[in-house]
């Protein structure tokens, strides 16, 4: 990494090889193992994780965590994501799923949550389902008024952790006709009866990351459990997207840095016509372009997450982080199978792996033809 270039203080230089350090030596073989096997998602891991401290980072001190940074978190999940970004990406959604609680929650329902991220529990984020996915306000899981309670009944797909976590962060209508305005967000428990969840997504990559259906049935929960005001869950969703996507592209710039730094290794090794091909200047240029997408991948990540700290979740600037990095990771990848030919293209290097990691982000938290939406309507204005 080139991260003394970005103005990086000693001790977040510090955590961040510390990061890197503990994903190597935990991860890394691990990863591998359940990549081909398409096996489960590592508990044992995320146990040590918690135990190392790093799913409290972003908890503010009062609510018992480290009150980190977004840039120092985003430095550490960067450093995951080099090794297994699907790990990252499950292992930080108690983060993801808090957000909204952290932004709009009342202080019971904030340490409510909070302790179960410093129990070493997870929690997931609840809006996308089957017919509402890039257009949110379809959403057509149902949140009845009882008196004092709420009863949920609906399904989400496509939800990260949605099999591990044990409290959700779920988006309902009040009002279906209302379409975004009737849209309300709610803490579920993952034990309250009702409750369910589907079986995981066989992906095309990203295996680390769980990622279920889940399913309410006459979920009755208190109306406390209410985040902000009934038909607030739509602004609150797209709040929360918008300071989210762009830091939360760390999984594509770790991707592509791996790529990169495979490349570079391998290039120094393998020879054609009695040199070595990083002497060949068609790959020295397939090369150079990577670290170009690199390194602009991390200084627009940087720059949001320094953005975020200031409390500017600018939507453009978001979304013009999330496509760049996601575009750039998928290209890096692209690139880095090319760079090693046909053993780029075997499961024994992996590069083809970060390929099928890196194509997700380009999809999740908004498509990237959504974010260009965005940019472009900005634009218009």
């Known amino acids: 990494m080139i991260a003394n270039e970005f103005d990086l203080t000693e001790e977040q230089l510090d955590l961040q090889a510390f990061a890197k350090d503990f994903a190597e030596r935990e991860l890394k073989q691990k990863a591998i193992d359940i ?8 508990m044992d891991v995320f146990k040590k994780f918690c135990d190392a401290g790093f799913n409290s980072m ?27 970004a699907g790990f990252i990406c499950s292992a930080t959604t108690g983060e993801f799923g808090m957000e909204p609680i952290l932004l709009y929650g009342t202080d019971e329902q904030k340490q409510l949550y909070a302790d179960y991220i410093l129990q070493g529990k997870l929690g997931a984020f609840c809006l996308t389902e089957a017919n509402a996915g890039s257009d ?12 004092d309670d709420y009863i949920i009944n609906g399904s989400k797909c496509f939800i990260t952790s949605g099999g591990l976590a044990d409290v959700f962060t779920v988006f309902a209508t009040v009002d ?9 967000c709610f803490i579920i428990p ?16 990203m295996v680390l990351s769980n990622t279920t259906e889940l399913v309410f049935e006459d979920v009755r929960i208190p109306a406390k459990y209410r985040v902000g005001a009934e038909g607030q869950g739509f602004g609150i ?12 592209s760390y999984g594509a710039l770790g991707i592509a ?15 054609t016509f009695g040199k070595t091909i990083n002497k060949h200047q068609a790959v020295q240029f397939m090369l150079a372009d990577m670290q170009i997408a690199v390194t602009t991948s991390r200084t627009l990540l940087y720059h949001c997450a320094r953005n975020c700290d200031k409390g500017n ?58 974010q260009r939406m965005v940019i472009g309507g900005a634009l218009a204005k």
């Open 35 to 42: 990549d081909h096997d398409h096996g489960a998602f590592p």
């Open 58 to 84: 972003f908890l503010p001190e009062e609510l018992g965590g480290q009150g980190l940074s977004t840039l120092d978190v985003c430095l550490v999940n960067e450093a995951f994501a080099t090794v297994d």
């Open 136 to 147: 949110a306000s379809a959403t057509a899981t149902v949140a009845t008024r009882d008196g």
């Open 176 to 184: 279906k006709s209302l379409r975004h305005k009737g849209i309300t």
């Open 190 to 205: 993952k034990d309250t009866p009702g409750v369910s969840v589907g079986k995981p997504e066989d992906k095309m990559g």
């Open 237 to 248: 969703a797209m709040n929360c997207l918008n300071r989210s996507r762009g830091v939360n």
């Open 257 to 271: 840095q791996r790529a990169l730094d495979e490349c570079v290794e391998y290039a120094a090794q393998r020879k």
């Open 313 to 370: 979740f600018d939507p453009v600037l978001g979304a013009v982080t999330k496509t760049y990095l996601s575009d750039a990771a998928v290209k890096v990848t692209q690139d880095a199978v090319q760079v090693m030919g046909g053993y780029g293209y075997s499961r024994e290097y992996p590069v083809e792996k970060l390929y099928r990691d890196a194509k997700l982000w380009q999809i999740f938290e908004g498509t990237n033809q959504i």
